[in-house]
């Protein structure tokens, strides 16, 4: 009975509380809001301490990333995170590579900062989308992303990164995106009118990506399915993924 219960006001909740926002201002504005640690990293990825933020991002880098083929071969200079969020995959990154760079849109860099403080990480630079042309040509031997690109507003931001992605990848540097997943045609995107506060946004058909990374350059390696929990192996994320690089 409590678990039905619990079910019904959680229903309730989706629906009478639940707040409707403008899907870009809500990923550059709320974080900065936030003043406490624990709660600046609940923002971008549910924990229930910063130790355990640390530990989840561990895992998402080891599985996520490091666990594929084309890792070990990568040249481990500068790494590029698209959407660091509140940098629990820039601390691990930054263990493997020179340096790395996080680039996102949220107005908080000062609690990023602290907390990769915190894990004594220090050969870092966090830049502003506005900044991405900074970023020197055939500079970044390795660009990555994990639980970003779906919350996107557009599909135009998806083509912003992967120009900015061809011009700065060296060129044996290699890419690797986790997307929105759509199972049907094309790509779908939520309307602000319709947006719910920290949900996906934006889903592309794995087709449709295919057929857009193509353009510019080669895959890798494309999966449409991919595990929720990589640890247990079970489970379906609501992401795909795809790796690439530069066409010779």
Partial sequence: MNKIFKKIMQYIFQIFFRKK?????????TPKKQRNMLEFLCWFDRTKSVVESISSGQVDWEHRFKRFKHFNSVTKGIALEIGF????LLAHAAKDFDKVIGVDIHQNFAMSKKFLALNNITNY??????????ISPNSIDYVYSFIVFQ???SFKEVKFYLDHIHRILTNDGVAHIYFGKNNSDGVEVTKDGKFYLRDCSLFIN???MKSLIEENFKIISIKDKVVKDPVKNIGESVQSMIIFKRLD
Wanted: charged residues 30%.
């Fill in 21 to 29: 926002v403008a899907i870009r201002d809500s990923w550059i504005v």
């Fill in 85 to 88: 969020g509140g940098g629990r």
């Fill in 151 to 153: 919350h996107f507003d």
């Fill in 206 to 208: 794995i087709k449709t």
């Fill in 125 to 134: 630079q966090l830049i502003k989308r506005s900044e991405m042309s900074g």
